[in-house]
């Protein structure tokens, strides 16, 4: 049923925080303000959700001299030393081992708008293959770039993964707008390396140690 | 005579030809998917062809001079050099070449150049990136790669022989070209930067449709070209003083004027060869890509340090830079509004002329530039039509590239624009997308560095511009294509 | 920029080309095929001299005048080298046309000691020249 611009709007507008939006609501916001790009399907647009697929880019982790992983320490260097950028061309694919790990991203390019939050859930098809894709990921009102994937292979033969092949889904909720447009670290288009080492709280923790 | 007893040359060549063999396998099994089978095809005919052209040879000789041994070690010899040269060429100049693909992987744009170049060609081709150490940019075409060299060898062969190569050679099934597209690996991770490539897939048009034949002959200037022959004929020679209290030897009393003519011509000739190519592939990449064509072409002199000198190669820079701007303005509408992206490009216009005016020429270069000069106008009239059809002018500019700014300016991938006559969202051109950056940056840049948080330093703002470009112009070719 | 460095340059095609001569010249039998193909290429790279020496004199820059001009540079030199004496004989057009004159009819009886030695001495001469050319530089600058 097609609605009007006027209605369309004001149905938005209207609705609680935390409700799912609708298939015709997300369309209306697509055209407007929601980035989810490409869309190459429109079948990818759901009532409550959009399909995302998997993009071309990992970072795997190998085995290397690092005896430990410390986050207050985690530095760039010490990240790559066990951890390397890989690209898979489109119509090629990855081989995830079992009990392996790797960090892929959305190929679809993500930009909320200040009213919109999202949640990452994983497709259950894969699930029931041994695929675990990032849980419960909550993506925040003004976020914008190529969300990170953690992917884990939690069965007993090698996984095949495709870039392009259709790995989870963004549920979008309406959330409380914000004032303004949260300023970036990074637009991110390819899969980051933790930055855990750059909490703050850590210097916290370790001050408390010394007084102890 | 070199003092090299045939039997050395002729165990070297083995071991050589041995040695190739083995690193062209273990280059290859370190390329990632999908491997370059065309060039890895074509490298192992010519491998197989010097030493089928080496052993038939030398067979054939052996019962033509069985006679004669001394002759017959001569020609073993002369040969044997034949085939080390070419395996030498080999090793230098192509096996580089399969090392640097292990990474092409990473060029997630070429299906871009893939599809830009198979606008302008219908010959087969297969075309690869390599980031290169070299600060330079450059285009390496092997049209008939392999198969041509097979051929000459032919050419050269007895009976026997140039049947056992024509068996090896119609046996490959070669592409027609095979292209080499090099950049700087400092500029990989730079969209805008990149843009120089379009220069380079220009030379590869110009190949293909022998644009430069068009444009020739053309007569050297006849002043310029006397005046070098007489300097380099009154040239001093070094070393070669004559006995005391005589004149100073010039190359005139050592060579004749005739050959000091010809070396002149032959220096003169392949410059202008290669500097009537420059201006083509200059012409070619403004009117493919527009305004990012100038911008890109301006960042990368700056980035070479370069003075505004000519080469053995290259037109002066000023001299290249002007005659971009004059085709974008004369023939392709730009600087004819108030726009941002005109008046950015006009206010280079007297610098660049400037820059034009203040170069030197001499020698070679003085003949070349004024012999170009002289036929400026009927060059560049020959020069485009090739594109007319697909020139990114001042009207396709306003249509296109505004929409994509945009979503640049809200730091968004434009990867997708709304078209609003089908009421839906189509893939941005990739043209637009470059164009766009390129516009942010020398128009806006501060607005977008705004969108990051204080201590993001800025090579790190641009180096997201550059990302966000890059996942554009991947993507958008992913929508196109999407069936 | 264009890097199109051929893996078997022209000069390396002339060091063939002249070697070819020079066996089919020294066999003494210029009737049989490989002989006669070699002849006609030997020829073919004495006009490709000429054409050069012409294109030279007029300064016409053509498609292929780079070959003609590679040509005639290799063909002055083994003149510098072979007949040139300073004040006497400085035209090399006469060596050459008369080297074409040679190599076109050489292959009639009776035949002459003197072409085969004048085209012997020539062609010796563009073997070893051509085999030891270098590749030209890609890129020089003038600063």
């Not at chain 1, 303000?33 to 071309?56: A, H, R, Y």
């Not at chain 2, 997708?416 to 950056?437: F, T």
Request: net charge negative.
């Amino acid at each position: 049923m097609e609605m009007s611009a006027s209605e369309s709007g004001s149905a938005a507008e209207s609705l609680p925080n935390g409700a799912v939006l609708s298939k015709q609501i997300l369309w209306e916001r697509i055209k407007k303000d929601l980035v989810v790009s490409p869309i190459l399907e429109k079948s990818q647009v759901g009532d409550g959700s959009v399909d995302i697929s998997l993009g071309t880019r990992f970072i795997r982790s190998r085995r290397s001299k690092t005896t430990e992983i410390d986050f207050p320490t985690l530095d760039k260097e010490t990240n790559r030393s066990f951890q390397e950028s890989v690209v898979v061309p489109f119509g090629e694919h990855y081989i995830l081992h079992p009990r392996s790990f790797v960090l892929g991203c959305t190929f679809e390019f993500i930009a909320l708008p200040l009213d919109i939050c999202a949640l990452v859930i994983s497709r259950s098809s894969y699930g029931r293959a041994g695929l675990l894709i990032a849980t419960a990921m909550f993506v925040h009102p003004g976020w914008r770039g190529c969300l990170t994937l953690e992917l884990e292979n939690l069965g007993e033969i090698p996984i095949k993964l495709q870039p392009l092949s259709t790995v989870g889904q963004l549920v979008f909720l309406s959330a409380a707008k914000l004032s303004e447009q949260p300023k970036a670290k990074i637009i991110p288009v390819s899969p980051m390396f933790t930055t855990l080492n750059e909490d703050p709280r850590w210097k916290k923790i370790d001050a408390l140690k010394q007084n102890g | 005579m070199q003092g090299i007893d045939q039997k050395t040359y002729l165990d070297v060549f083995e071991q050589k030809l041995y040695s190739l063999r083995k690193l062209v396998q273990d280059l290859q099994r370190g390329l990632p998917p999908p491997q370059p089978e065309q060039f890895i095809q074509g490298l192992n005919l010519i491998i197989d062809a010097v030493e089928t052209f080496l052993s038939c040879r030398i067979a054939s000789l052996q019962g033509a001079l069985a006679g004669n041994s001394d002759a017959l070690a001569a020609q073993i010899a002369f040969h044997a050099k034949v085939a080390l040269q070419v395996l030498g060429s080999v090793h230098e100049q192509c096996l580089p070449l399969l090392h640097a693909e292990s990474q092409h992987n990473e060029y997630l744009f070429k299906p871009s150049i893939d599809r830009a170049v198979g606008l302008f060609t219908k010959s087969g081709f297969e075309l690869t990136l390599i980031p290169d150490f070299q600060y330079n940019y450059a285009f390496d075409g092997k049209e008939n790669f392999a198969t041509r060299e097979v051929e000459l060898l032919e050419r050269h062969s007895d009976p026997d022989t140039k049947a056992a190569l024509a068996k090896l050679r119609n046996e490959a099934a070669l592409k027609q070209w095979i292209v080499f597209l090099h950049f700087p690996v400092a500029e990989r991770d730079s969209a805008l930067k990149l843009c120089v490539l379009a220069h380079e897939l220009g030379h590869f048009v110009d190949e293909t449709n022998k644009i430069y034949r068009e444009l020739l002959p053309l007569e050297l200037d006849k002043t310029s070209f006397d005046e070098l022959v007489n300097a380099r004929c009154n040239t001093p020679a070094y070393g070669s003083a004559a006995a005391s209290g005589g004149a100073q030897l010039t190359f005139e009393t050592i060579f004749t004027r005739t050959g000091v003519q010809a070396r002149c011509y032959l220096s003169c000739n392949e410059m202008l060869d290669r500097w009537i190519r420059e201006i083509i592939a200059d012409i070619l990449a403004a009117h493919a890509i527009g305004p990012a064509s100038y911008f890109a072409f301006n960042d990368f002199l700056a980035c070479m340090g370069a003075e505004n000198a000519t080469s053995n190669s290259h037109p002066a820079p000023a001299f290249r830079l002007q005659l971009i701007l004059k085709e974008l303005k004369d023939t392709m509408g730009y600087m004819n509004s108030a726009s941002a992206i005109d008046s950015v490009l006009s206010e280079a216009i007297p610098r660049v002329a400037a820059g034009a005016a203040d170069a030197k020429y001499r020698d070679e270069a003085k003949v070349v530039h004024k012999t170009i000069d002289r036929n400026l106008a009927s060059l560049l009239a020959k020069i485009r039509p090739v594109v007319s059809e697909y020139s990114f002018g001042a009207s396709n500019y306003r249509s296109t590239v505004p929409k994509i700014l945009e979503r640049l300016r809200r730091g968004i991938a434009p990867i997708e624009v709304l078209d609003e006559v089908q009421g839906q969202m189509s893939a941005a051109s990739v043209v637009g997308i470059l164009n766009a950056g390129w516009e942010l940056y020398k128009t806006d840049r501060a607005g977008f560095y705004g969108k990051f948080k204080d201590d993001v330093p800025e090579l790190e703002r641009l180096g997201s511009l550059n990302h966000l470009l890059f996942k554009a112009v991947e993507a958008s070719e992913v929508k196109r294509r999407w069936k | 920029m264009i890097r199109s460095r051929e893996v078997i340059p022209t000069s390396l095609e002339h060091a063939l080309i002249a070697n070819r001569v020079l066996v089919a010249l020294a066999s003494g039998d210029l009737t049989s095929q490989e002989s006669q193909d070699a002849m006609e290429d030997g020829l073919r790279f004495l006009k490709s001299v000429l054409k050069g020496e012409e294109l030279t004199a007029s300064r016409s820059v053509e498609a292929d005048s780079y070959k003609a001009a590679l040509a005639y540079g290799e063909g002055v030199k083994a003149f510098e080298l072979v007949e040139y004496k300073p004040g006497q004989n400085e035209n090399p057009t006469t060596y050459l046309q008369a080297l074409l004159k040679y190599a076109s009819t050489i292959r009639e009886q009776p035949r002459t000691e003197e072409a085969v030695q004048k085209l012997t001495g020539f062609f010796q001469i563009i073997r070893d020249l051509a085999l030891e050319a270098t590749e030209r530089p890609i890129e020089t600058v003038n600063w």
